[in-house]
């Protein structure tokens, strides 16, 4: 598995939205002064390991679907606060085409 390297920055991580693809997870994670850290598109092998970097307790929201409860399982397992938000929440934060 190649390992996947992000710098000190994602230490700073207090929240991360994340959506769930068949292929592709597209992160997006922001510092406590609401700065963004990052937003990058993973593999689903790449995924749990970048988690793994973020700090104990980070807030990691993702929209219902059946394999949210999948990841919310493995990230609570990992320490982080995952959550699985209804897509009525979740449509506020995506890009309609701008």
């Known amino acids: 598995m190649e390992q996947i390297t992000r710098g000190e920055r994602c ?42 970097q973020l700090p104990t307790g980070c807030l990691v929201a993702m929209e219902a679907s059946s394999s949210a409860h999948h990841w919310g399982r493995r990230l609570q397992a990992m ?12 449509a506020p934060y995506r890009m309609q085409g701008h």
């Open 79 to 90: 320490g982080l606060d995952a959550r699985i938000i209804s897509a009525q929440l979740a």
């Open 11 to 52: 230490r700073e991580a207090t929240r991360v939205g994340v959506d769930l693809a068949k292929q592709v997870i597209q992160v997006h994670a922001v510092d406590r002064r609401g700065r963004v850290i990052t937003s990058r598109a993973l593999r689903r092998d790449q995924f749990l390991p970048w988690c793994a």
